[in-house]
Structure formats: structure tokens, C-alpha cells
């Protein structure tokens, strides 16, 4: 079995597109709501918050694990491992897949991304290994808006102000998975501003590399955990994966 965890919703998107890769996988989907978003929070935080997810996965029975988040890269979850039991090779993050699938790319990369994602350096030393250099912006708040509902035209304000003047690029990267859940948003600003840039979600990397390490099956059966109520998480599962059948419980 599969565990997948994010700090909400933002991993959904992820876990859609490694579903359709692996139909007959089972998957333990954990969404810290209580929380969120991880992306605001300091990497002592991020470490102790980590623990706890993986945690309550593996009392699910789970036997591989996928950090959904940007802001969990492997450098904080890799001093956690040991401790959990949990084998490298059994886990998948975001960066690495989303650097190798880019190694070859030409144009400019802007990412945008949380502050902890930012701050941490993990995209741009990912890069430097491959001896790319990237853009880098950080969007405080956002996240939490998508997380919990804000109006398209906060979003789009903050987006427009957050890439402000920048220039040149012609890859954005969204390197936080609850950016992906407003892309024609981004779109929009984009438009607005007159700028052509191939806007990037990392899940269809990450889904590539985890039916090459992960492939299993099962049942085809995936289970929510949310740590807080959220009618808009709920509606999010039913929109992405169907009413029937789809089980969410709060713990």
C-alpha cells in the first residue's frame, strides 16, 4: 500500500495523476489540514510535523510513501527515516523528480513557490546540480487561500504582485501542489501581464518516477485521512475522484 501525505488538499492533484498510472494500486492519502499549510512553517516545524505524518501512515499499513509537499523535501525527511524505519528507497518526493525532468530544458525557469520552499534552497541547489540557474519567488499566504477558500480576485492580486516585474522567463514552474488547483488563474495573471510562459506542475514527474519505483497492486481502493473537517476538501475529493466508493475520515 501506498502512502501519500500534504498539508491538504494541494497532494490531490498529485495523487490524480499516479492514480491513472496505477489504477490497481491502493493508497493511504493524509492531508494535515489542522496544519496547513506547511509552507509557512519554520524546518524544525516541517521535521516534527513529517514525523507525525508518516506516522499515522504507516499505522495504515503503508509500505512506500510520497511527500505531496515541496516544502517536506528529502533533506528533511531523510533524517527522519531512521528513526520511523522507513527504507530511502521507499519514499518519493517532489524535487528531484521535477529537476531530472528539466535537465534539458532551455528556456528561463521562475519557480514560485512557498517561503519554506524558497528559503530552504532545495529547487535551486536541485539545479545548480545540473548547473542550471533559476528564478525564484515566494508567495506567502497563497496556499492557505487555496486551502481554504479565498476569492479569485484575492488570488490573482497576489499572484500578479508576487511576479511583479519579472521577466524573461519561459517556464513557471509551480513548485507548491496547491498551486496547481487554481492554474487557470495563473493563466489569467499571466495573460494580464502579457507574458508567454509554459506554466509547469511537478505531480506528472513525480507520477512518472513512482511507477518506476513503486508499482503495485491491489484492490484499486484509496483511503482520506484529514486532520480537521473541511467541506472544501471533501468537495475536492468528490470532484477529482468520484462520490462512490471514496472514503474521508477525520482523525
Not at 524535487?95 to 524558497?118: F, H, Q, S, W, Y
Not at 545548480?128 to 496556499?143: Q, R, Y
Not at 511576479?163 to 501542489?177: A, M, Q, R
Request: net charge positive; hydrophobic share 45%; aromatic share 6%.
Amino acid at each position: 500500500m501506498i502512502g501519500i501525505f500534504d498539508s491538504g488538499s494541494g497532494g490531490l492533484g498529485v495523487l490524480g495523476k499516479i492514480r491513472k498510472r496505477l489504477p490497481r494500486a491502493d493508497f493511504v492519502y493524509l492531508g494535515d489540514i489542522k496544519n496547513a499549510p506547511y509552507g509557512e512553517r519554520t524546518r524544525e516545524e516541517l521535521g516534527a510535523l513529517t514525523v507525525l505524518d508518516i506516522e499515522k501512515l504507516l499505522n495504515e499499513g503503508v509500505t512506500k510513501i510520497i511527500s505531496a509537499c515541496n516544502s517536506v523535501s528529502a533533506s528533511v525527511m531523510l533524517p527522519m527515516l531512521s528513526i520511523l524505519g522507513v527504507r530511502p528507497f521507499d519514499l518519493v518526493e517532489m524535487v528531484g523528480p521535477t529537476v531530472k525532468a528539466l535537465r534539458n530544458e532551455k528556456r528561463k525557469i521562475l519557480l514560485l513557490a512557498t517561503p519554506a520552499t524558497v528559503s530552504s534552497g532545495i529547487y535551486r541547489q536541485g539545479f545548480a546540480m545540473i548547473d542550471k540557474k533559476i528564478g525564484e519567488v515566494a508567495i506567502p499566504d497563497l496556499a492557505g487561500m487555496i486551502e481554504f477558500g479565498a476569492s479569485e480576485k484575492e488570488m490573482a492580486e497576489v499572484i500578479r504582485k508576487a511576479i511583479g516585474e519579472e521577466k524573461g522567463f519561459g517556464v513557471l514552474l509551480l513548485g507548491c501542489t496547491h498551486y496547481p488547483l487554481i492554474k487557470n488563474i495563473f493563466e489569467k495573471v499571466l495573460q494580464k501581464l502579457k507574458v508567454k510562459a509554459e506554466i509547469i506542475d511537478p505531480a506528472g514527474f513525480v507520477a512518472a518516477e513512482v511507477v518506476k519505483t513503486m508499482a503495485e497492486s491491489g484492490t484499486g481502493k484509496t483511503k482520506f485521512l484529514i486532520t480537521k473537517e473541511s467541506g472544501l476538501f471533501r468537495k475536492r475529493v468528490a470532484e477529482m475522484f468520484g462520490e462512490n466508493g471514496v472514503e474521508v475520515e477525520v482523525i
